[in-house]
């Protein structure tokens, strides 16, 4: 479907037009109409598939069609990251339809709160937060969720692996029960299924199929002990042509150290994650955006919900413990139909994890040894590793994550789902359809 096809106004289609959109995505496709008809939703997709417009667009159209002084809609967000995205296309889009939002997010100076809480007394239309972030604004007193016509709950499987079911519980119970309320998730595991038959009233559900990499990522496997791990990196850098590439690293440490070394290497790197000041992790990312910083080497900060044109190359320089992480992190390129390329590193210890990824992915990867010049490769042997190690720490090269058990997948219980399903197969991650912005917790 095209988008000048759906039921919005002709200010909508105008604002969706000047943001790029023509097409519809699976989602989209499916979830703006639903939404549109004031029907709950539970959205299984992961990101690049366009759901931050399937929720959008309808959540605009209808908040034109009404007026009143409260918080009117309310999205909820794992990362400020993710809020400050989020709340740019609102920004764009709401030029042309008279919406007002909020960011409401933690982390940065100490300025920030008090500007939000005034922002929040004025009003808005629209917020879009945080949990930890909107629970202590709320403690305060001057939040008004009474008015609430409709709640989104956007990457709920990654805010409830970060600990934020309580902070969310309690912003439910300020919310009115007469309220739309969407969710959407990567996966549909057990806690996904408890909390949307807590707060969703007969939805329907769109849930494309578990995403596969696009056709497009050419994926490389290393074989490589921690120690060369930094080696090798520098060795990619210099012998590969990287128009601009994320290196995913598993702790803050790790990632200040990746950028010292290969700083001191010659290569134009920024370091992203948490413990950078907002304004600054604001401004690396619209740097790199804009092509000024070549590498920007992150935590998982930016796996998910972070759209980024044109990237050429996606570096695992740890391997992430889930694999659906994988498929997250890599989907940063090869969108829209181009090319790109992920790379990972695999020491002893994540092997498992490895083999957790062809398993979810249904392929399996040529590995590479680590270059002769560099030093030597750990064997490839994840069954020998099951057998040997499983559930034991340490290992050669003492690398991260050593706890990890081979966990599966989530989502695959196989069991019937309670509420309306709409089963679609999705576009393999890619998003043609990606929006063009203007310019945690």
Known sequence: MKFEELNISDSLKEAVGYMGFENCTPIQDEAIPTILNGKDLIGCAQTGTGKTAAFLIPMLEKLTQTKNDKVRALIIVPTRELAVQIDEQVQAIGYFMGISSIPVFGGGEGGDFSQQKTAIQQGADLLIATPGRLIAHMNLGYVDLSGLEMLVLDEADR????????????????????????????TMATQIRVLAKQILKQPEQINLAIAK?????????????????????????KNQDIQNMIIFASRKEMVDQIERALIKDGHSIKSLHSGREQSERQERLRDFKAGNIKILVATDVLSRGIDIQGLSHVMNFDMPNDAADYVHRIGRTA?????????????????????????????????????????????????????????????????????????RPQGKDGKKPWFKNKNKKGNSGNNSNSHKPKPQS
């Open 335 to 407: 969108r829209a139909d181009s090319k790109g390329t992920a790379i990972s590193f695999v020491n002893e210890e994540d092997q498992l994890k490895m083999m957790n990824v062809e398993e979810l992915i249904e392929r399996v990867l040529d590995k590479l040894d680590t270059p002769s010049e560099i030093g030597d490769s750990p064997k490839y042997d994840p069954s020998a590793q099951m057998r040997s190690k499983k559930g034991k720490s340490g290992g050669k090269g003492g690398g991260n994550n050593r706890n990890f058990k081979g966990k």
């Open 213 to 237: 990499p696009a056709e497009g990522v050419n994926q490389v496997i290393y074989n490589v002990y921690n120690p060369n791990k930094l080696a090798l990196a520098s060795h990619i850098l």
């Open 159 to 186: 805010m409830l692996d970060m600990g934020f079911i309580e902070d969310i519980t309690k912003i439910i119970e300020k919310t009115p029960k007469e309220r739309q309320t969407l969710m959407f998730s990567a």
